[in-house]
């Protein structure tokens, strides 16, 4: 059932959902060169010298703008600096030299409106920042609302069970997610050139924005990368706006998962809601969305390393590594570095660690777990619970196998630095991530590069290399786990195996730890933030250097807009056009698909109307055409419904069975075709038609279908794959061709399609010397592009083709009508201006059909 929705939102102003006042004026563009400023008017600058001299530009797009900001207490004046630990900041170091970027986003303090206008000036000019300046009433509801009490726990797998536990769907709230999405999308087309700028989206904060970006420019170069996991379908499908949020996703370019695992929940989304397959193409994975390929890029992001290695060099960090030392000395340090958040799993770490104690007692007094709690990201009952119970079970640890001079847990419940958490990871034997769902934790990366540089050990070394080991126990729940292949994973929930996991890293044998730590290495120093920066803009560059190559239009209204790309070449076929040529030639040849062409899909009864049957009556009696109905549908049933056209022409079954006019009979198109395939082919489609719930089996007299539109998409997807390639094997040397469509395998003998029954069509027209000079062929679906595909290689030099695709969609049609309306309104002009004579005789091609087949 589809989703309630606000289809016209787009077009609303966010002033009239939530009262939002606009920002004091439109900020300037940001120069592209001297002088110039982009997106002015193409009449004030010349466009080939603008473009010619413009940087390489990249616009990073984010909640949060990548600053520090202070007042000043002396002028009150807001002062700003690079955040240097923000992973946008960073990610800079991927991109070339020349390249300029442009961040835009939240500020993290309200400014006064008074203050707005020096602020976005400032910000420009000096940063390359562009603020949004979100309300703060806006940004409540955005931001605290939807984002983190809605968004957020459905992404980690909470559903809105029960109201005490997290909130349930609010629309007020999604007006505001809206709102919010909508005045991102003004300021970046306040300073972005689509037509030579990328544009780079970053999470499930900003996931409407592309539909935004694609409705004012259609060409947009879009990029998307979700930092957060992604559910899987039957999770996400709760969600009310879920349509719109996912033809968000559809309108970017290119979309990043750190998993594979994130990345299959989004295209088993796409293909039970939306019907989308998806395929690999040249390794990379592609899903066609209206023409368009939509890429899928899977790689997690790293960390830096220079900002990391210059904070273990410091002197401050050296000191609190022998602080560290000194008070530890002697005992197995185990480390965990978590925000305190229901999905980090503290409590089930704390359980495991007092488990491991009560089963290992030699452990006790040689071991210690420092936890150091960042601040909570939002705040709530479930935070408060989680940190209630988490200091419950530490105490009650500390109580029972603590003493006067050993304190087994050891947390630091405060805000803590960069060289002091460095300086724990250097000292620690083993460190322990045990989220329950995560996105990515890069605490694991830091932990390892950290041992690799620490301090100490290169200071008791003299210098010389030492020996490096770390040992990781990772949840397997965690974005980084698939990338840590010698981490010890585990199940969070299960607490015994964690505490075995545990002890398994501390007693490990150095020459292992060794080996597992460098391996680790090997992988953080090269994958780093800059490696991965500069992997998904190389993939945005290639997913969006085809746009000026298609012909695009944007269809759809509000958040289901979306954009149709097509071939330059592709148009819609003009009635006055084509009569006109038709009026003009000598011989005609008319071929007509019937479903989707000349009666709509939805109609449940699929009779031909009267209208219709006077108009085909009308085309098949004019001597100078000849006019074929080609369907995949029965001999039987396209005989019964078309049974008043006495002159018309029908190829049944894709060309299987051909009969010239009512008054002949039916014909194989094939003549002694060998069916016996069918007797291996059949008990195979029936044990896959068992083994798949909703599938179904149709003997036609031409071959067998197996359908499994009524079956679960993925399930079924999955066993048609595997029923092509068995089908294949087994049938290799048999005269019959294996064949996957839309939610269909079909088994039909080699040499029969619409393509090959046209070719023969036309063969025997023009071997009587009446070769046409007026062909028509018009169809909706796969089979039907056989046909535009033999037209082209088989009446090339023929003056007037018309090969019509039904709807705007790719195909290998020239041309396109919207819909059967508009076929039926055609073939009504066409109608009218022939010249039909009915006859008595046989069809004048029949004798020469029969030599042919």
Same mark, same amino acid.
């Given at each position: ?149 809605? /968004? ?239 200091? /419950? ?333 068995? /089908? ?126």
């Amino acid at each position: 059932m589809a989703s309630k929705s606000y289809a016209n939102i787009l077009d609303l102003d966010p002033d009239k959902l939530l009262d939002i006042p606009q920002t004091p004026r439109a900020l300037p563009r940001v120069l592209t060169m001297p002088g110039i400023i982009a997106g002015v008017d193409e009449n004030d600058v010349d466009s080939d010298k603008t473009s010619s001299g413009c940087r390489e530009r990249k616009i990073i797009v984010a909640n949060m703008l990548p600053l520090h900001i202070q007042r000043d207490p002396d002028t009150l004046k807001l002062t700003f600096s690079f955040d240097e630990d923000s992973l946008l900041w960073q990610l800079k170091d991927g991109f070339s030299a020349e390249s300029e970027v442009v961040y835009i986003g939240s500020l993290k303090v309200e400014v006064d409106a008074t203050e707005q206008e020096e602020v976005a000036q400032k910000l420009l000019e000096e940063y390359n920042c562009v603020p949004t300046f979100l309300p703060q009433d806006l940004h409540k509801k955005y931001y605290g609302g939807f984002c983190k009490h809605q /968004l957020w726990p459905l992404f980690h797998y909470m559903l809105p069970m029960c109201p005490d536990h997290t909130d349930r769907f609010d629309r007020v709230l999604w007006k505001a997610y809206v709102s919010a999405n909508k005045i991102f999308a003004d300021k970046v087309m306040e300073v972005a050139n689509p037509d030579d700028d990328y544009i780079w989206v970053h999470d499930y904060h900003l996931m409407i924005l592309p539909t935004f970006l694609r409705n004012r420019c259609n060409l947009v170069k879009l990029g998307f990368f979700l930092h957060s996991p992604f559910p899987s379908s039957e999770i996400y499908r709760t969600l009310p706006v879920r349509d719109e949020i996912l033809k968000g996703l559809l309108n970017c370019d290119l979309i990043g998962f750190h998993t594979f695992d994130y990345a299959r929940h989004f295209l088993s989304c796409c293909s039970r809601m939306m019907g989308l397959d998806y395929e690999s193409k040249r390794g990379h994975i592609g899903l066609d969305y209206f023409g368009r390929t939509v890429y899928i890029k899977i790689l997690p992001v790293g960390i830096h390393m220079g900002r990391l290695e210059s904070v273990l060099k410091l002197p401050i960090t050296l000191r609190k590594v022998k602080e560290i030392a000194k008070r530890f000395k002697g005992k197995k340090i185990i480390v965990g570095v978590d925000d305190m958040d229901i999905f980090k799993g503290l409590s089930l770490k704390l359980l495991a660690f007092e488990y491991l104690l009560q089963t290992y007692p030699l452990l006790r007094g040689k071991l210690v777990l420092i936890q150091i709690v960042n601040p909570a990201r939002s705040t709530g009952k479930d935070v408060q619970e989680a940190k209630k119970e988490t200091y /419950l079970i530490l105490n009650r640890i500390n109580e029972a196998y603590g003493s006067p001079d050993y304190q087994p847990v050891v947390i630091i419940d405060r805000p803590v630095a960069r060289y002091e958490k460095s300086a724990y990871y250097s000292m620690a034997d083993c460190c322990i991530v045990n989220a329950v769902r995560d996105g990515m934790n890069l605490v694991p990366y830091k932990y390892i590069v950290c041992r690799q540089h620490s301090p100490y050990f290169d200071e008791r070394t003299g210098g010389e290399e030492p020996p490096h080991t770390s040992m990781l126990v990772v949840s397997e729940f965690v974005g980084c786990s698939p990338s840590l292949s010698g981490a010890i994973r585990v199940n969070p929930w299960d607490i015994e195996s964690v505490a075995v996991a545990i002890n398994s890293a501390i007693v490990m044998k150095e020459p292992e730890k060794q080996l597992r730590h460098a391996k680790h290495y090997q992988y953080v120093s090269s994958h780093t933030v800059a490696y991965w920066a500069r992997s998904f803009m190389q993939d945005l560059e290639r997913s969006s250097k085809d746009h000026y190559n298609k012909r695009c239009w944007g269809i759809g209204f509000g958040l289901g807009f979306r954009v149709v790309s097509l071939s330059p070449g592709f148009r819609k076929l003009s009635p006055d056009y084509i009569v006109s040529a038709y009026k003009r030639s000598k011989r005609r040849a008319i071929f007509l698909d019937y479903d989707g062409t000349l009666v709509p899909h939805s109609n449940i009864v699929k009779t031909p109307s009267p209208e219709l049957i006077t108009i085909l009556n009308t085309l098949s009696d004019d001597p100078k055409n000849t006019v074929f109905i080609v369907s995949g549908r029965g001999k039987s049933t396209l005989s019964e419904w078309l049974a008043p056209c006495e002159r018309l022409g029908l190829a049944a079954e894709h060309g299987y069975f051909i009969r010239w006019s009512k008054a002949l009979g039916w014909q194989p198109g094939l003549m002694g075709v060998d069916h016996k395939w069918k007797e291996i082919a059949e008990p195979l489609m029936e044990l896959y038609r068992e083994a798949t719930d909703g599938s179904t089996i149709e003997n036609k007299d031409s071959g067998l279908v197996w359908h499994h539109q009524d079956a679960d998409p993925d399930f079924g997807s999955c066993q048609a794959k595997e029923l092509v390639v068995h /089908l294949e094997n087994v049938l290799a040397n048999e005269p019959a061709l294996v064949k996957r469509g839309r939610h269909i395998v079909e088994v039909k003998p080699q040499g029969v399609s619409k393509g090959l029954v046209t070719e023969k069509i036309l063969s025997v027209m023009i071997e009587k010397g009446e070769r046409p000079d007026f062909v028509t062929c018009i169809g909706d679906d796969r089979s039907d592009e056989d046909m535009f595909e033999s037209l082209t290689n088989m009446v090339s030099n023929t003056p007037e083709i018309f090969a019509c695709t039904v709807g705007r969609k790719p195909s290998k049609a020239k041309y396109y009508l919207d819909d059967t309306v508009d076929v039926v309104r055609l073939l009504s002009g066409l109608a009218n201006a022939s010249d039909p004579k009915p006859s008595n005789n046989l069809p004048r091609f029949q004798v020469a059909f029969d030599a042919v087949f």
